[in-house]
């Protein structure tokens, strides 16, 4: 069956439609900021701009070393390993209770579905919280509906690249 959208007379055959996660999908992007304040307080380290927490983000731990100050170097390996562990922890609890979608995929999901389009999601989450990270998406009973889910081992290069 051929699949055919039209968007003003062009036509085009979509084979599949594959969507990033957090900020496209789902709502994450202010629970990240809150938690990384919450995980910085925690830890007694200083608040940081909002455009680090943003490269950390996508950096990973080398923004976050970044974050200490130079007078706690002498703790940096301490303080990631803190860092890790109770990341892990309020990543779970903020996934379960806070994280919501963005308004309006469930009709989209819903529109797509109806075209017997498969669906995908492509993000830079480590396969290990792939699952955790899909949660709202399951709570709408959304995640039945993925046809493919591709996380960041799964591609020679991180995102944007296309490939």
């Not at 599949?16 to 202010?30: E, K, N, Q, R, Y």
């Not at 579905?113 to 492509?122: F, L, R, S, T």
Request: overall charge neutral.
């Amino acid at each position: 069956m051929e699949r055919i959208i039209s968007f003003n007379e062009k036509r085009w055959t979509v084979d599949a439609v594959m969507f990033d996660l957090d900020g496209t999908l789902i709502d994450s992007i202010p629970s990240y900021f809150r938690l990384m304040a919450s995980i910085l307080d925690t830890l007694g380290l200083p608040p940081v701009p909002k455009p680090l927490v943003a490269d950390f983000m996508i950096s990973g731990l080398q923004a976050f070393e970044s974050m200490i100050p130079v007078e706690m170097h002498d703790r940096k390996d301490e303080l990631i390993k803190e860092f890790l562990s109770l990341g892990r922890q309020k990543l779970r609890s903020t996934f379960q209770d806070e994280v919501e979608l963005i308004p309006g995929v469930e009709q989209l999901f819903c529109v797509i579905a109806q075209k017997k389009i498969p669906i995908g999601v492509v993000s830079s989450t480590h396969r290990a919280y792939m699952d955790l990270k899909l949660t709202p998406l399951a709570r709408k009973g959304l995640k039945a509906s993925l046809a493919s889910v591709i996380a960041t081992e799964d591609a020679p290069r991180k995102k944007p690249a296309p490939d």
